[in-house]
T-cell receptor, first 115, second 114 residues
């Protein structure tokens, strides 16, 4: 079974530029999460989707961050405009809460560097 | 509020030594789940184990074992006969009935030297 797929793996941009990250969850997983991981810290949740509905985006900085999961499968996280402090690893995870309560499986992440 | 504490920032051992990674948690939930994840240099978080709050039975999987003690709110992870490939950052995490969020500790970096 394929795991969570993310692209790109690495992205370097200049501040004020836009950037987008893509995630394809494990097949059949209805719940998708985006996490932010700063260096030397554990991941922190940005947003959670149940199918195509964002059920919790309270930690998402909505002035510059946006996300979508239009068909309840793939998801895109966007930052516009990027700031220096956005440099971090952005992790996507998915779970099948009906079958495997609360076990989240993570992708390899996208390492963003903002210059 | 839920909280996970991993007091050991970094541990260095020589190959074949046993090593224990500590995890202490706080929660008011009656039903909760504890996890361990491994993050190798490649960056992907690899799921290792999930334990629910009603199952205090310790678990062994090959060289890995986990000791869950509700009385001390701890969920420690032991690697027996460590190998260089065990070098990674290990995260303990918690979620509960009051929130689906995975609350992570700050991680313990394990370095296994040849």
């Amino acid at each position: 079974e394929a795991g969570v797929v993310q692209s790109p793996r690495y992205k370097i941009i200049e501040k004020k530029q836009p950037v987008a990250f893509w995630c394809n969850p494990i097949s059949g997983h209805n719940t998708l999460y985006w996490y932010l991981q700063n260096l030397g810290q554990g991941p922190e949740l940005l947003i959670r989707y149940e199918n195509e509905e964002a059920v919790d985006d309270s930690q998402l900085p909505k002035d510059r961050f946006s996300a979508e999961r239009l068909k309840g499968v793939d998801s895109t996280l966007k930052i516009q405009p990027a700031e220096l402090g956005d440099s971090a690893v952005y992790l996507c995870a998915s779970s099948d809460r009906d079958r495997d309560t609360d076990t989240q499986y993570f992708g390899p992440g996208t390492r963003l560097t903002v210059l | 509020a839920q909280k996970v504490t991993q007091a050991q920032t970094e541990i260095s051992v020589v190959e074949k030594e046993d090593v224990t990674l500590d995890c202490v948690y706080e929660t008011r939930d009656t039903t909760y789940y504890l996890f361990w994840y491994k993050q190798p240099p490649s960056g992907e978080l690899v799921f290792l184990i999930r334990r629910n709050s009603f199952d205090e039975q310790n678990e062994i999987s090959g060289r890995y074992s986990w000791n869950f003690q509700k009385s001390t709110s701890s969920f420690n992870f032991t690697i027996t006969a460590s190998q260089v490939v065990d070098s990674a950052v290990y995260f303990c995490a918690l979620t509960g009935e009051s929130s689906y969020k995975l609350i992570f500790g700050s991680g313990t970096r394990l370095l296994v030297r040849p």
